[in-house]
């Protein structure tokens, strides 16, 4: 999973490294930095979590957090009162959690797994879980009603990021730049090939959870039409 922690405060990035290498979290997640809010959507191709310090009131970052680009992103924000998750709110910002900053050493690991766990169906044997269906982070294997099934890498990271992002849709060039990188030549058509290929492999009603979204890309829904 990809995390990205927004915040100008050296001793913040310290204590949200320090939750990944303590909680175990560094193999299985990447946590990207940023001091101030990135500029265009490419910039958030792939972020599954943010993690957001409003602690001095940026304009620019609430902007971003209540751009089209980080609706749908589960959010932690870090907050110096309680007044702050009003203004948020009222300000059409969707977030799944806060935390004080005085608080940050005791509270901040807790939250952060409450986030995994319930966002995200990161179990404690880290797994993504729909049903019969478990995408196993650790193993990097598919099981499906308890059968093992086959990918190829880039199949099994095209379907981890549908999964850890459920009902967003992603855009062919969003695909390939995370999975196959910028440096790839073959085109974005590449992508519906390994889609062709997940689905086949994939068991009723699961591979119809891939959804094609026509002239944009695909998306992961688990609510069945």
Known sequence: MNV?????????TELVSGV???????????????EEPPSGISDIAGINFLI????????????????SQTSDLPKLIIIAGIASVSGLLNNGVKI???VFEENL???LGIRIENIFLRDFKLNSSNSIITGEMVLDLDKYELLINGKKIELTFKEYELLK???????????????????WDYDYYGGSRTVDVH???LRSKMELP???MLKTIRNVGYMFSPELE
């Open 20 to 34: 990944f290498i303590s909680k175990s979290m560094a193999g299985k997640h990447r946590l990207s930095i940023l």
């Open 161 to 179: 990021i549908l999964l850890e992002n459920k009902n967003k849709v992603f855009t062919r060039t969003q695909l390939l730049s995370a999975v």
């Open 96 to 98: 799944n959690d806060f």
């Open 206 to 208: 699961y591979s119809d």
């Open 4 to 12: 990205l922690l927004i915040t100008a405060k050296s001793d913040i």
């Open 195 to 197: 889609m062709r290929r």
């Open 52 to 67: 957001a310090d409003i602690c001095s009131g940026d304009d620019n970052l609430l902007s971003f957090l209540k751009s």
């Open 105 to 107: 050493d005791t509270e």
